[in-house]
């Protein structure tokens, strides 16, 4: 029996893109599957925010921020905490990833037509301990066009593959196992779901239609990781962040399903580290939803006063933006539902960005003068509409109808106003003070000292009782599922390896599906814009070395 292409491509995000686009610079044929109907195509780095990170860039430099290969591998590996004896191949990975991210990545990106956004952002600035975690200096360059922008090159080579015959893409092909001639993985099979015309994102059928058996010298896993599916998540919900939360918003389309997952280790291969996950903190409900539980993430910058469900600060290492697995491990293991943000306007205006491709149409359309007007006063267009519309937020002139505002989001009577204007008044003494101590300020202070920070991320400290800052708003946070930072193991040619430490001959994973690299590569914590630029990185090696092997 013949082959029907030289290697079978399973998932059609950008790990899938990136790993078609190097199979057929090399002249192979490729079969390209995907669950999804057409209008998916990218999964789910078309929602993204298009963060990238590299170390010691021009971008960088302009700005003044010192930056080097040896500190961004210490924080790495500080914050990943490799601990096991399965970190073998993820710590390697790490290290291969930082050296790219530090040298070859930009020029690489440039190649491809992307472009980065002048201002350098710092996610993950790390807390207020001695731990180490964290970013030393800012790293988040956004990609010019976000998510789309990042996609739109890989996109495009996959159309010229397919003018030239190289590629064949089958949507609506969903794998369902994995067979074997003479002990390697040859055989992909799967349903023929029913023809779908849901918009991107949406939840589609998966009634089939019928069945499909494929074959190819090498197999390439693409298919992403959990987050979208609920049932996985908790199941894999790891005892060191307390219980998962009764509610939770779900940061991705519901075809993060896992499911792929179990099928190749069903095949042999080894799934690690699945108790490492990125869940965010700072969720909020889209009140436009494109799928079922949407939330949005807000990209908080430091300035916000954090409050658990009582009105209780957090304690002070927990400072927005700063960790968020250590957040995250607070507010669970204190068994917290969900939390607050308490900011004035001014900090809204400036701190208060939100993830994602779509919440920026100005980045995402590359509309150089919107972007210019996030500088200026103003709350953004997309921040409006969620204090118009959103169910998570109260706007108020005092803090006894802000009080009374947050009460009635959550049905209960937990927040007394009084308690909560102390709580306020604590913190703006301790955040307009010359020196203070308190870790919000000293972050706050540390960030502005960087120009992209004070020019556009982070308000002057200021007392949020300031009524020429008001009004006060109030933003209920929730915990929102995203990304899976376990997955298949794989050796530094992305081979998928066995329980045995063995490669599954003809298995090659990439991107979510092999925990964007060795099974892992973020141990416990990302760095941020890591993701993505996991997806390039493993993409690119699984490509390359599937082409070399048929």
């Given at each position: 029996m013949g082959y029907d292409a030289d290697v079978i491509v399973i998932g059609a995000g950008l790990a899938g893109l990136v790993a078609v686009a190097e199979l057929t610079e090399a002249g192979r044929r490729v079969i390209l599957l995907d669950q999804e109907p057409e209008a998916s195509l990218g999964g789910q780095a078309h929602w993204s925010f298009g963060g990238l990170f590299l170390v010691d860039s021009p971008e960088q430099r302009r700005l003044g921020i010192r930056d080097s290969h040896e500190l961004a591998l210490r924080d790495w590996l500080a914050t990943a905490g490799f601990d096991r004896g399965e970190d073998r191949w993820p710590r390697r990975w790490a290290e291969a990833y930082v050296e790219f991210a530090a040298g070859e990545k930009r020029a690489w990106l440039r190649e491809r037509g992307i472009k980065i956004f002048p201002v350098v952002g710092w996610a993950e600035r790390g807390g207020g301990d001695d731990s180490g975690r964290g970013n030393s200096v800012p790293r988040f360059h956004i990609t010019w066009g976000t998510g789309p922008g990042v996609l739109e090159p890989f996109v495009g080579r996959l159309r010229a593959a397919e003018e030239r015959g190289l590629v064949e893409t089958r949507f609506r092909h969903r794998v369902t196992g994995l067979g074997r001639t003479g002990g390697v993985v040859d055989t992909v099979t799967g349903e023929v779901l029913t023809p779908s015309s849901a918009p991107r994102g949406t939840a589609s059928s998966r009634e089939a239609a019928g069945t499909f058996e494929l074959r190819a010298q090498a197999v390439i896993v693409t298919s992403g990781g959990i987050g979208g599916n609920?049932?996985?998540?908790?199941?894999?919900?790891?005892?060191?962040l307390g219980t998962p939360p009764e509610r939770m918003l779900t940061g991705v389309p519901a075809h993060v399903d896992g499911l792929m997952l179990g099928v190749a280790e069903r095949a042999g291969g080894r799934l690690i580290n699945r108790d490492r996950m990125w869940h965010y903190t700072e969720g909020i409900a889209n009140w436009d939803p494109v799928w079922a539980g949407h939330g949005i993430r807000v990209l908080p910058g430091p300035s916000s006063l954090w409050l658990d469900p009582a009105g209780r600060r957090l304690p002070a290492e927990h400072v927005p933006g700063a960790d968020t697995l250590g957040a995250l491990e607070h507010i669970r293991g204190a068994g917290h539902e969900y939390t607050w943000f308490v900011l004035s306007r001014r900090v809204i205006e400036k701190e208060f960005?939100?993830?994602?491709?779509?919440?920026?149409?100005?980045?995402?359309?590359?509309?150089?003068?919107?972007?210019l007007g996030r500088i200026r006063s103003g709350i953004p267009g997309p921040v409006r509409a969620f204090l118009d519309r959103g169910a998570d937020f109260v706007v108020a002139d005092d803090v006894a109808e802000l009080a009374r505002g947050m009460n009635r989001v959550t049905g209960t009577e937990l927040i007394d106003a009084a308690a909560l204007r102390r709580v306020i008044e604590t913190r703006d003494r301790e955040i307009t003070a010359d020196e203070g101590r308190d870790p919000q300020a000293v972050v706050i202070r540390r960030a502005r000292g960087f120009r992209g920070e004070r020019l556009a991320r982070v308000a002057p400290p200021h007392a949020l009782l300031d009524p020429k800052a008001g009004p006060l708003i109030a933003a209920r946070l929730s915990v929102l599922t995203r990304k899976t930072l376990g997955g298949l193991e794989t050796d530094l040619s992305s081979r998928v390896m066995t329980a045995a430490g063995e490669p599954l001959p003809g298995v090659y994973a990439a991107g979510e599906a092999a925990g964007f690299g060795g099974g892992g590569v973020h141990g416990y914590r990302s760095l941020e814009g890591t993701f993505l630029g996991g997806c390039l990185f493993s993409g690119r090696a699984a490509g390359r070395a599937a082409a070399r092997a048929v």
């Open positions: 609920g049932d996985l998540v908790r199941a894999n919900w790891p005892e060191r960005a939100l993830s994602g491709s779509e919440q920026n149409p100005d980045l995402t359309g590359k509309r150089v003068l919107e972007v």
